[in-house]
């Protein structure tokens, strides 16, 4: 069995405010003609298809009409399944009309069970070529209340008493033995989905950038009306965010040795879980975070055959916008930026660009870049200052914060930091952001559906 799989779209997205629309249109367009010409029977959307649980008009048109323009293809299969951006009530909204077209969503593990994630893959001709165990990104108290509510536990165990990862192993244990029943003596792969963060992840290294995630936020700068924000030079951008709950650094010994393939999302690289071939992260097609733009962008094509390990080949995505995070002194970005200006000038794309002031005495980048960014064929979205740099001209006592950076999330661990008297990245303050995230998100939510 052939078949695509890719997450993490992200649709809606408006990273600094950047229109990304045409961007999107041109990776559907693409990803048709690739799935046309690799033959896929099925295409495996593993969750985070919206950036926000309530996506613009924009954003659900284009998934709708990008689902609709496959009706013509040979991939008689399309598996979602929501991530945690995702809301998993509005994904499951239209579920019974998808259903009749063969578009399988869960958008979440509420109202079901075990047995509704075991879905059939059928090829053209009505035939059973395979089996999915479609698991969607869940919550800890998301699983616990699926296990109290639709399985009895054994020797009367409640699952209360079960760890989240134990519940989490128990879940793709019990789909994957429903699914085995299913398939019976057909000698068809079975595969499985998944929303989450899984430990011993490679891959990102190999695109020039490390897997760590960062490190911790400092205060932001606008001196004398200086639009240059403070950060350390490792900080995160936009990308990926924090896994909400424990149901973390998931161990490869979660998914059970007989599934032939699973299809992870929420990392934005593509990456392979312990080395397991099996068990592997497409990575997002779009740049999420100017720290991402160093990541190459990928879906993978997988041929997954019963008990032998999958053939999988790694799908460059044409980018149709371009990224660039350049760090260093004042005369290396301006370098860099007459360098870039030079490229584009052969080779015109729609470019922004970041940059960070790592060594050398502050300055206003503002003023000190302008040249080189007047009139240009690109934006510069943001001047950003190291600590060290900061640190150098004692000028943290003078910094205000800029807002522009931040997203919720970082503003609700900003809080939890501050009300605890801790960093952001002190493990008192992680482990109230996994406690309490989940509630704060859905809270959120519920201000947007009532606004």
Known sequence: MKFIHTADWHLGNTMHDIDRTEETGAFFNWLKCEIESAGAQALVIAGDIFDVVNPSNIAKTQYYRFLASLLNTRCTNVIVVGGNHDSGTLLDAPAGILDALNIKVVGSINNRK????????????????????????????????????SRPHE?????????????LKRLYADAYRCALELRGDRNIPIIATGHLYASKLSGRENDGQESGTGGDIVATAELANVENVALPENSVDDGVREVIGTLGNVDVSTFPDGLDYVALGHIHYTSMVAKNPKVRYSGSPFVMGFDESYCKRYVLCVDAQPNVPPAVEKVLVPQTMRFEQFKGSVESLKRDLRNLEKELLQNPVETYVDLLLTSGDFVSLNEALEAEEAGKHFVVKRHRISRDVLRSANAFDECVESTKQYTKED????????????????????????????????????AHENA
């Not at 075990?114 to 869940?138: N, Q, R, S, T």
């Not at 020797?155 to 519940?167: I, K, M, Q, R, T």
């Open 114 to 149: 075990v047995e509704d994630l075991v879905i059939e893959l059928k090829d053209g001709g009505g035939d059973i070529i395979g089996i999915c165990c479609a698991v969607p990104f869940m919550r800890n108290l998301d699983l616990e209340q699926f296990y109290k509510a």
């Open 155 to 167: 020797s009367g165990e409640s699952a209360d008493a079960v760890s989240d990862e134990d519940l």
């Open 411 to 446: 503003y609700f661990r900003m809080l939890i930091a501050s009300n605890a008297e801790e960093s952001d990245d002190s493990e008192v303050v992680k482990s109230q952001y996994d406690k309490f995230i989940g509630l704060f998100n859905e809270a959120v939510a519920k």
